[in-house]
């Protein structure tokens, strides 16, 4: 009982993550920058390492908001970035943005005292350390971001699957962008805080990417996401207690397992089927072939 206890509130925020970061996964997945939630993380923990450099608790007031002000510039960065014309494309600004914010994370922990532990938990968090207030905070902050989401959800969906048909509509792209990502920065910063840059990379993605091989529908995606993210933060979670690991690796690695067994579950049951009806409706339309079916 008392592990059971201890591993409760770690659980929950897994659970709390997996909720708002599928549904954003979804989003990201379909305007094919893969790589946003990586870099407005890193951009956040940017922040946060300069919080520490000129002397703030890392886990106060002043280093969050720092760290959201850092976040909220890389939202209006890769808002502006969008370009549907553009030659260079949006993927290319968000790999930069990352390559330089971990290069400044770098520079800057190598100034302050503690970098090394500093790093560690940046990229895989704490989530064992995470508290009851933590728990609590990040889901009241999810819950309202949610609610934004969901008042405005046909409009990010819009722009996110349709952008042709977002403009012929006459909506500004770059401000609805802007919104999204501020709102993206605002999950992102307390996440990284709670689970590092790797785990909330993957709470965003594999998810979104496993529901895409069983659903194409958004409703299904995101019931197939929660249900993956909930098993895997559990087995992750017991996995880590039961072999003394860190937790936050073990989710990471535990996601990727899950995906390439969901894939191979997709290839031997799913696209076996597909290939033979294609076979089937491909020799029906040769003449001979269709009289020697019949």
Same mark, same amino acid.
């Given at each position: 009982m008392e592990i059971l206890q201890f591993l409760f509130w770690p659980f929950l925020a897994s659970?709390?993550?997996? *909720?708002?970061?599928?549904? &954003?996964? #979804?989003?990201?997945?379909?305007?094919? #920058?893969?790589? #946003?939630?990586?870099?407005?993380?890193?951009?956040?923990?940017?922040?946060?390492?300069?919080?520490?450099?000129? *002397?703030?608790?890392?886990? *106060?007031? *002043?280093?969050?908001? &720092?760290?959201?002000?850092?976040?909220? #510039?890389?939202?209006?960065?890769?808002a502006f970035a969008r370009t549907r014309r553009g030659h260079i494309p949006q993927e290319a600004f968000i790999g930069i943005a990352y390559a330089v914010a971990s290069a400044a994370a770098i520079l800057a922990m190598s100034k302050a005292t503690g970098e090394t532990e500093h790093l560690k938990d940046m990229l895989v968090g704490n989530i064992l350390a995470v508290s009851r207030h933590d728990v609590i905070k990040t889901a009241v902050l999810y819950g309202v971001v949610g609610i934004f989401h969901y008042i405005f959800r046909r409009r990010f969906l819009l722009i996110s699957r349709d952008i042709e048909q977002a403009e012929a509509e006459g909506m500004n792209i770059r401000f609805w962008d802007f919104l999204f990502y501020a709102s993206f920065g605002f999950v992102v910063t307390s996440s990284v805080a709670i689970a590092g840059v790797l785990l909330v990379f993957c709470y965003l993605i594999v998810p979104s990417v496993g529901a895409m091989l069983f659903a194409d529908k958004v409703g299904r995606r995101l019931a197939i996401g929660w249900t993956m993210g909930t098993l895997v933060s559990a087995l992750g979670v017991y996995l880590s207690w039961s072999w003394d690991l860190p937790t936050g690796a073990t989710i990471v690695c535990t996601f990727g397992a899950v995906l390439v067994a969901m894939f191979l579950v997709h290839l031997i049951f799913f696209h076996g089927h597909q290939a033979h009806a294609l076979e089937g409706a491909s020799s029906l339309e040769n003449p001979k072939e269709r009289v020697l079916h019949t």
């Amino acid at each position: 009982m008392e592990i059971l206890q201890f591993l409760f509130w770690p659980f929950l925020a897994s659970l709390i993550l997996t *909720g708002i970061h599928a549904y &954003l996964g #979804v989003h990201v997945v379909e305007r094919g #920058v893969i790589f #946003v939630d990586l870099a407005l993380a890193q951009i956040a923990a940017l922040g946060a390492t300069i919080a520490i450099l000129v *002397g703030m608790d890392p886990h *106060g007031q *002043g280093a969050y908001w &720092l760290s959201l002000g850092f976040a909220f #510039v890389g939202a209006a960065i890769f808002a502006f970035a969008r370009t549907r014309r553009g030659h260079i494309p949006q993927e290319a600004f968000i790999g930069i943005a990352y390559a330089v914010a971990s290069a400044a994370a770098i520079l800057a922990m190598s100034k302050a005292t503690g970098e090394t532990e500093h790093l560690k938990d940046m990229l895989v968090g704490n989530i064992l350390a995470v508290s009851r207030h933590d728990v609590i905070k990040t889901a009241v902050l999810y819950g309202v971001v949610g609610i934004f989401h969901y008042i405005f959800r046909r409009r990010f969906l819009l722009i996110s699957r349709d952008i042709e048909q977002a403009e012929a509509e006459g909506m500004n792209i770059r401000f609805w962008d802007f919104l999204f990502y501020a709102s993206f920065g605002f999950v992102v910063t307390s996440s990284v805080a709670i689970a590092g840059v790797l785990l909330v990379f993957c709470y965003l993605i594999v998810p979104s990417v496993g529901a895409m091989l069983f659903a194409d529908k958004v409703g299904r995606r995101l019931a197939i996401g929660w249900t993956m993210g909930t098993l895997v933060s559990a087995l992750g979670v017991y996995l880590s207690w039961s072999w003394d690991l860190p937790t936050g690796a073990t989710i990471v690695c535990t996601f990727g397992a899950v995906l390439v067994a969901m894939f191979l579950v997709h290839l031997i049951f799913f696209h076996g089927h597909q290939a033979h009806a294609l076979e089937g409706a491909s020799s029906l339309e040769n003449p001979k072939e269709r009289v020697l079916h019949t």
